[in-house]
């Protein structure tokens, strides 16, 4: 109930397209949805979060997508560049704990 | 705003040896600090959760007599890796929670350890 899936487990996409990445979650308690970047050798960076009181939130290019019936969220990445290849993480956590769940990460290569 | 730092971003030791990490928040009190190990290509691990003052909570599996934590102010925790071992080598994260309600945990820069 505590697991966090994500896929897919690597993408590739072309300069200027869109990135979508997929995560699902069981645990209904879970109130807190961001998305961390991370490149080779450096920490997780915040991306974007969101609550799911909304359906929506777009910062920039990013944006996610949430689903709350289906227990699912997604993020899109649009016009996407070749700075945007990294490895992505979702996560979860419930607002009162502490603990976030991550999933397992998603590769993302944007082609020049 | 909401860094975190990570000293050193490199250390390679000898069997045996302890090494100690330092997680600082630089700009914000860090109620809670968090500690993960990445290895290569995967996710993150928890391995404990600290808040100031306390004695830190472990994940099941994570040996807390070999990897000590201490969170002794808001802005301060330490990772010891106590006699590592060459199966200790991993990328180690800290992340730090400002607390009030706050959800985002920011995530320093990490550090390699590198046990001979």
């Known amino acids: 109930q505590q697991q966090v899936k994500q896929s897919p487990q690597s993408l590739i996409v072309q300069k200027g397209g869109i990135s979508i990445i997929n995560c699902a979650y069981e645990n209904t308690a879970f109130d807190y949805f961001p998305w961390y970047q991370q490149f080779p050798g450096k920490g997780p960076a915040l991306l974007i979060a969101i609550r799911p009181d909304v359906s929506e939130k777009k910062e920039g290019r990013f944006t996610i997508s949430f689903n709350k019936s289906a227990k699912q969220f997604s993020l899109h990445i649009m016009d996407s560049q070749p700075g945007d290849s990294a490895t992505y993480f979702c996560a979860a956590s419930i607002r009162s704990g502490q603990n976030f769940v991550f999933g397992p990460g998603t590769r993302l290569s944007v082609l020049p | 705003g909401a860094v975190v730092s990570q000293h050193p971003s490199r250390v390679i030791c000898k069997s045996g040896t302890s090494v100690k990490i330092e997680c600082r928040s630089l700009d914000f009190q860090a109620t809670t600090m968090f500690w993960y190990r990445q290895f290569p290509k995967q996710s993150l691990m928890l391995m404990a959760t600290s808040n100031e003052g306390s004695k830190a909570t472990y994940e099941q599996g994570v040996e807390k007599d070999k990897f000590l934590i201490n969170h002794a102010s808001l802005t301060l925790s330490t990772l010891t890796v106590t006699s590592a071992h060459p199966e200790d080598s991993s990328f180690y994260i800290c992340?730090?929670?400002?607390?009030?309600?706050?959800?985002?945990?920011?995530f320093g820069p990490g550090t390699r350890l590198t046990v001979l």
């Open positions: 992340s730090a929670q400002s607390g009030g309600g706050a959800d985002t945990q920011y």
